[in-house]
């Protein structure tokens, strides 16, 4: 696991810094509504849904408390506005984030 022993936010008890983490759940969840509303338009609400069991997850797998801006970038280009596409992309981010990144530059290519 990548996470340190006592690392502040890592199961030590201690609450992240706000310096550390920029931007809230929410605020995160708020920004990316825009994008959600036109890639998904309806299903907006459940894509955000997804975005954000990514952030979960990936701070599980990862210690991270978001993926890095290029692995959500590539969720959303494989995504291509369907649900189904985002839970998968979302699953493989956390999985196997080289995969994903392939992945994404096949379809950018295209």
Do not use: I
């Amino acid at each position: 696991m990548m996470v340190r022993d006592g690392a502040a936010g890592a199961g030590s008890g201690t609450r992240v810094p706000r310096s550390v983490v920029a931007l809230s759940r929410q605020e995160r969840r708020d920004a990316a509504r825009d994008r959600a509303t036109r890639e998904f338009g309806d299903g907006a609400e459940p894509a955000l849904d997804l975005m954000e069991l990514l952030e979960l997850a990936w701070h599980d797998s990862h210690g991270d408390v978001v993926p890095p801006a290029e692995v959500l970038e590539d969720v959303w280009l494989l995504a291509a506005g369907d649900l189904g596409r985002l839970a998968s992309a979302s699953r493989l981010a956390v999985t196997d984030w080289r995969d994903l990144r392939l992945a994404a530059d096949e379809v950018a290519q295209r």
